[in-house]
């Protein structure tokens, strides 16, 4: 069965702090996503990456950094956290066959105090 | 940026009723694909649409690429609750695989 894991469901963190999310696939897929969710806003992309250590940015990438040192895993760094990226972080991964399909990680619910 | 806007944002029906779920915008996709989100989980894809004109059936669930491509809609017929979820719409532009997500439509189903 095709997953994709993400570290961690539910998070809470203080403002200021250095956030680590992480996300892993076992699809082999060559491309991974981060979005956050947000109610009436559907999902936005924070930072795609095609291949290892390639990253681009998405539409909102202000305040977040991503790394990716392996083709399955993909992580979202919060450098300094703040109270307006509270949210839900989605991961996902695709394959590079187009028009291709997400394959969506449950989530990562972050909050931030 | 590209946006696309869906409506409506929610829709309350009882079981049996037919609906249609909307996702519009004003640049031109190559690809456009509608998933379903169910609490506590990431979306799951339904269908993807490449072709202007397309029509695509998933049992009760009638998908339609606009001829311009820059639309779509989502028909559901005699809805039952477990179509109850979030359903988003998403599109990517020509030799992209960055998927832009709509604004979503909130879907409750009344037995």
């Known amino acids: 069965d095709v997953k994709v894991t993400q570290s961690s469901r539910y998070l809470v963190k203080r403002t200021g702090e250095k956030v680590f999310l992480e996300c892993v696939q076992d699809?082999?897929?060559?491309?991974m996503f981060w979005y956050r969710q947000d109610p009436g806003l559907g999902l936005r992309l924070i930072y795609f990456?095609?291949?290892?250590?390639?990253?681009e940015k998405g539409d909102i990438p202000e305040g977040y950094s991503v790394s990716r040192e392996k083709k399955e895993r993909f992580s979202l760094i919060l450098e300094s956290a703040s109270t307006n990226q509270t949210s839900m972080y989605l991961c996902?991964?695709?394959?590079?066959?187009?028009?291709?399909?997400?394959?969506f990680g449950e989530g990562s619910r972050l909050t931030v105090l | 940026t590209q946006l696309l806007e869906q409506s409506p944002q929610f829709l309350s029906i009882q079981e049996g009723e037919n609906l249609t779920v909307y996702c519009n915008s004003s640049?031109?996709?190559?690809?456009l694909q509608w998933y379903r989100q169910e609490p506590g989980e990431g979306p799951v894809l339904l269908v993807t649409?490449?072709?202007?004109?397309e029509v695509k059936k998933l049992k009760r669930l009638t998908f339609q690429f606009g001829d311009a491509r820059k639309d779509s809609s989502l028909h559901i017929t005699a809805a039952q609750p477990g179509d109850t979820g979030l359903y988003l719409c998403a599109g990517a532009g020509s030799g992209t695989y960055k998927y832009i997500f709509g604004t979503g439509t909130r879907l409750k189903v009344l037995a």
């Open positions: 699809m082999d897929h060559e491309n």
């Open positions: 640049s031109v996709f190559s690809s």
């Open positions: 996902a991964s695709s394959s590079f066959r187009w028009p291709g399909e997400l394959f």
């Open positions: 649409v490449v072709t202007g004109g």
């Open positions: 990456s095609y291949d290892v250590k390639m990253k």
